[in-house]
Each structure stands twice: as C-alpha cells, then as structure tokens.
C-alpha cells in the first residue's frame, strides 16, 4: 500500500530527529565547543512535539478509542520532554541533573522515541484510512507549518491538548524565542527548509520541480 503524504512526512521527521539525536549521544556533547548539537536535536524534537499535539491528536481523538489513545500520547510526550529537559541540564551543568548517568538518560529517550514513532506510524495510517487524500494533503503541510512556530524547548508541566495547549504553545514559543537570544542559545532555524521546502515531499505536495527537474519552457 502507497504511504500517504502524511505518512511520508512523518517518517521524514523521525529521520530527522533521529539523524540530529546521533552526535548528541555522545559523552563529548556536554563540551562547551559541542552543545549545539544537543540544542538542535533538542528543539527539533520539542517543535515536532508541540505540532503534533496541535494539529495531529484532533484527528487522533476521532479515531477509534481516541481518548485513549490520546491519552496515551501525551503521557509518552509528557515523559520525553522531562527527559529532553533532563539531557539539557545536565550536559549544560545543572547540579539538580548531574547524578544522572549519561547512558542510562539517553537510553530512556531513545526508548521514548520508539514509542512515540511506532504511535505515529499507527495513527497517521489510520487517520489516512479515514480521510480523502487532499484532506490527508492539507492535515500534512498544515503540521509541518506547524512545527515552523513551535515551541523549541519542553514544557512538560504545561496543557498539552485542545485550546489550553495550542494557547501554551503559542506563548511559550514567544517565551522561548526570547531566551534562546539571550542565551546565544543555537537553535537551528534553517534545518527546517532541508524537509518542509527542499525535500521531495514538499515538491511533491506544492507540485513543483525537483531541483534537478528544468521548469518547462
């Protein structure tokens, strides 16, 4: 069966977020010199979060045991964001993280993330299942806009759902864009042009020419 665009995009992001989580698994990561690449990771998966929880779990709700299997959901991205919280503290020198052993950390956040992909993969093929392919199309470009003014840090404390959420978000992404310039904290901002509008899921939603394609005359 054809993976939808939905699909496609959220497999992509995984990728991503895996490819970025890589180099922050490292002991050396915690170096001053080396930081940016927990920031990264951090941020794009705190964005990819915030997104799905506002424009993914409404659909997910409608589904099938939807509450539950919201509930669900945010109890996973509850549980990753304490721990995104917990990776950045103690690689930045926080003395309330720095009893936790770096292995043990990281193995948890990456059994999250297994968790939160496999979820993914099941609710966006079921929503594709229910949806017309434009309206599949739409739900697609409208979370990786989405995740274009998302947060870029957890807040796990925070509403995660319904309008108190999409509200937190909203604020917290004007909160955390504040501090990430105070900081000189590295958030990547440009990393998002690589999927949302290089990538061949993008041309293939807005229907324009791959960069090797010639527009024709």
Request: glycine share 4%; charged share 30%.
């Amino acid at each position: 069966m054809t993976a939808s665009t939905l699909e496609m995009a959220l497999n992509y992001e995984h990728e991503r977020i895996r490819e970025l989580a890589e180099p922050a698994h490292h002991p050396d990561a915690a170096h001053p010199e080396n930081r940016h690449q927990t920031d990264w990771f951090y941020a794009i998966a705190a964005q990819h979060l915030a997104a799905a929880e506002d424009v993914l779990l409404p659909h997910v709700r409608r589904l099938p045991d939807g509450a539950g299997l919201v509930t669900r959901y945010v109890g996973n991205a509850r549980d990753l964001e304490r721990s995104l919280r917990f990776l950045k503290g103690r690689q930045y020198g926080d003395s309330r993280f720095l009893h936790l052993e770096h292995d043990d950390l990281w193995q948890h956040i990456d059994r999250l993330l297994d968790e939160h992909e496999s979820m993914e993969a099941k609710y966006s093929r079921q929503i594709t299942d229910l949806l017309e392919a434009s309206d599949v199309n739409t739900l697609t470009e409208d979370l990786l806009e989405a995740e274009e003014v998302a947060p870029t840090r957890a807040h796990p404390a925070s509403p995660h759902t319904g309008m108190p959420g999409r509200i937190a978000h909203r604020m917290w992404r004007m909160a955390d864009t504040a501090w990430d310039s105070a900081e000189g904290r590295v958030v990547p901002t440009k990393y998002h042009a690589h999927p949302k509008r290089d990538s061949a899921l993008s041309h293939y939603l807005y229907g324009t020419p791959m960069p090797h394609e010639e527009e024709p005359k």
